[in-house]
């Protein structure tokens, strides 16, 4: 009995719950701060407590996700990706129209009582889908050709399209970009023709460069606004651009953000010292609060934090016995690294603001239950020691 409780806690990644669990605490504290500091909140204790239960929910999501036999995972992903493009599409009718005036997006759905942002589990399904997809082609017999990885590019795009279409429907641009980064980071690992990856690569870099062109150009503001693009959207960017210049307007989150963590200068002005009002501070705004109450010091210690995160997955990815889990933790990483970098990034105002959530450390929801989820399938490589084929 001592030696199989023995072999099961050696199956468990201590060194990729440890910053797991760091996190949580700094959301915490994060989120102390960030009510804290808010006028028109009159008690923090009940917002902690919704905290909590979000945790609750989410470390028992997480390791019941670890339990997960990867048989079971194999033959239940296309099944996991149609229910989560089925929850997208009933924003098509069920969109909350509160959220969807206040936002100007439609990714939250409202079901009676009920209101969750159904792209933050599509990120997961998604994940899987193209994970499983990359599999099957590897585990196919026969050499690798150009016409195979032409062909398995084409699997991958047409999963994703329906994805992608959603996304356009909810006007959620940020959101689309992290299933762009998804999808970029599993055909970089798939095994695929470097002359592919590098054409497509070159294309997508010029859609970029052009993309952001047409953003800064009035000619081009008039094609984005006949694909739909919403003037709030180019707001962004201006506001990225020249953040002190509106910031009574267009600018005033970024503004007072960026003011905020200037002043917590090196140590941090302390938890409940915040003076300067950043709206939404708990959620999109959440590293304004880690620079102003602990300053750079404090910053920095939470970005290594990060980055030791990222580093304890991608120890998982290499030491993939199976090639499934390898591109499943592939996509989680690319989940969570282009959450950090746009979040911290929007923040210090290296990058335009997305309304994308910093990973365990903004206000829980939705967003904060797919981490522990996405954390949770990493270490199902870990927990699942016995070899158990995989089939489809």
């Not at 099944?79 to 129209?97: C, E, N, Q, T, V």
């Not at 599999?135 to 329906?162: I, M, N």
């Not at 970029?184 to 470097?194: M, P, R």
């Amino acid at each position: 009995m001592r030696n199989a409780l023995a072999k099961k806690s050696d199956s468990v990644n201590y060194a990729l719950l440890l910053p797991v669990f760091l996190l949580i605490l700094v959301g915490f504290v994060a989120q102390y701060g960030a009510f804290h500091a808010d006028p028109a909140i009159d008690s923090v204790r009940p917002l902690l407590k919704k905290q909590f239960l979000w945790t609750l929910l989410g470390l028992g999501t997480m390791f019941v996700t670890m339990f997960i036999p990867i048989k079971y995972l194999w033959k239940s992903t296309p099944i996991l990706y149609s229910l989560s493009l089925f929850l997208m599409a009933l924003l098509i009718k069920f969109h909350d129209p509160v959220m969807a005036a206040a936002t100007g997006t439609k990714r939250w759905l409202r079901l009676g009582p009920i209101t969750f942002q159904p792209s933050e589990l599509m990120k997961l399904g998604y994940i899987l889908m193209l994970a499983y997809i990359v599999t099957r082609k590897q585990r196919s017999e026969g050499p690798s050709t150009l016409k195979e990885d032409l062909r398995l590019l084409g699997e991958l795009f047409t999963v994703s399209l329906p994805v992608f279409f959603l996304m356009f429907y909810q006007k959620d641009f940020g959101t689309s970009l992290v299933f762009i980064s998804i999808l970029l980071g599993i055909i970089l690992v798939s095994g695929c023709s470097w002359k592919i990856l590098t054409i497509g690569f070159s294309i997508t870099g010029l859609l970029g460069v052009s993309g952001i062109l047409l953003v800064l150009t009035e000619r081009g503001q008039k094609i984005l606004s006949s694909l739909h693009f919403k003037p709030y959207q180019f707001n962004r960017i201006h506001a990225w651009l020249n953040p002190f210049e509106y910031a009574d307007s267009i600018s005033f989150q970024q503004a007072h953000g960026l003011t905020a963590i200037g002043s917590g200068e090196m140590i941090g002005k302390g938890l409940t010292n915040l003076q300067i009002y950043v709206p939404v501070r708990e959620s999109d705004m959440v590293f304004t609060v880690i620079g102003e109450a602990f300053g750079f010091v404090g910053s920095c210690a939470l970005i290594l934090l990060f980055f030791y995160l990222i580093y304890q997955m991608l120890i998982c990815t290499l030491h993939a016995k199976r090639e499934f889990y390898a591109y499943i933790t592939t996509g989680v990483i690319m989940y969570f690294l282009f959450h950090i970098l746009e979040n911290i990034g929007s923040n210090i105002g290296l990058l335009p603001l997305t309304g994308i959530p910093l990973p365990f450390i903004s206000q829980g929801g939705t967003a904060y239950l797919a981490n522990f989820i996405g954390v949770g399938l990493v270490l199902s490589m870990y927990y699942q020691n016995e070899k158990t084929e995989i089939s489809g």
